[in-house]
């Protein structure tokens, strides 16, 4: 039986125009992307906010993956919040045309007293004041990791430096840490970023790969301090339909692997979790939304995983 794993994070409608195509209102938000990716290997917890709009099908592909919606706060005469983007170019580039944080913007989560107890939480993208609020009610998980993003560093520095004292990962990609620690070197901000409290980093940086440095969570005596630091490249098989949610379903591919280990994580673990990390995003950025994510069998996904694994051994 898989660890308990949970999500607090946002749920959208996403409007995405890339160079050859463009969706309106599909079902995106991070905390959407993750629990999608997530549930691939273990049964997922998911908190977040949406307004009286939300439609019975929305809930329903997230109910097909196994994903627990109880912790889903609906607010009556509300609308939920709303995210507009532009891919230029060969996709590395995006702009945000329009946030409409409607419900989004006052959420207060609550975690359901059965779920304060879950072993594995995943504080997606938000203010960490409300990623703190998160930690504060939940009891001795055995991994937190925290995901963020450059507006929380310039408009909430403070807080967010509070928040590293108590998370064991963080996620964010490389212009992020590049802000967060004032070093363009990788290599030097992860060692600057481990020294503001978590064990572990994990730093993203698109079609370039991801990168992850530190120690295992858990007590000193139980992991040891053995310090890890491994890049791996990204893995695309096809054309990029549309890159949303790449990193929220890294997050969900690592989070959910190591919820499915069903043991205390070791240090050999989290370059494990960051490989199935990368073969997620690279299903999620062959379609709109989580389209190819929500029927992705567990064979198609090895099958890839092991195809990548040879292509990084080889
Ligand atoms: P990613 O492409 O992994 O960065 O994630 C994109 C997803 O994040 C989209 O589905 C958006 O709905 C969601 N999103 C965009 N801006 C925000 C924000 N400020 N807070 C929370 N979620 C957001």
Redesign the pocket.
């Known amino acids: 039986m898989a660890q308990s794993l949970l999500v607090v994070?946002?749920i959208?409608?996403?409007s995405v125009r890339t160079p050859h195509d463009e969706v309106a209102d599909v079902l995106?938000?991070?905390a959407?992307?993750f629990s999608v990716a997530a549930s691939l290997f273990a049964p997922v917890r998911l908190v977040g906010v949406v307004g009286e709009d939300f439609p019975d099908g929305h809930r329903q592909v997230l109910q097909d993956r196994r994903i627990h919606i109880d912790g889903l706060q609906v607010v009556e005469g509300g609308k939920t919040?709303r995210?507009c983007?532009t891919y230029l170019g060969n996709m590395n580039e995006?702009i945000?045309d329009d946030?409409q944080?409607n419900v989004?913007g006052d959420f207060r989560p609550v975690i359901p007293r059965d779920w304060r107890r879950s072993d594995l939480v995943f504080l997606?993208?938000?203010s960490p004041v409300t990623q703190m609020s998160v930690l504060d009610q939940v009891e001795s998980p055995a991994l937190t990791v925290a995901d963020t993003?450059d507006?929380w560093i310039e408009t909430a520095r403070d807080e967010l430096l509070v928040l590293l004292q108590h998370i064991d990962g963080l996620v964010l990609n490389d212009e992020e840490a590049a802000m967060l620690s004032g070093e363009t070197d990788l290599a030097k901000a992860e060692d600057r970023i481990l020294a503001m409290g978590p064990k572990f980093i994990v730093i993203k940086m698109g079609s370039e790969g991801a990168r992850i440095a530190g120690r295992a969570p858990g007590p000193p005596h139980a992991r040891g301090q053995e310090v890890i630091k491994a890049v791996l490249p990204a893995y695309c098989e096809g054309a990029v339909r549309d890159?949303?949610?790449?990193?929220?379903?890294?997050a969900g591919g690592m989070m959910g692997y190591l919820a499915g280990l069903d043991r205390p994580i070791t240090v050999e673990d989290l370059p494990a979790a960051l490989k199935v990390g990368t073969v997620m995003a690279s299903f999620t950025i062959e379609d709109f939304s989580v389209r190819r994510l929500q029927d992705l069998a567990r064979g198609e996904f090895d099958a890839r995983l092991a195809a990548y694994d040879e292509s990084v051994s080889g």
């Not at 890159?243 to 890294?250: E, I, K, M, R, Y």
């Open positions: 994070g946002s959208a409608f996403d995106g938000g991070s959407v992307y919040f995210w983007g995006r945000t946030v944080l989004f997606a993208n938000g993003m507006l890159p949303t949610g790449a990193g929220d379903s890294f």
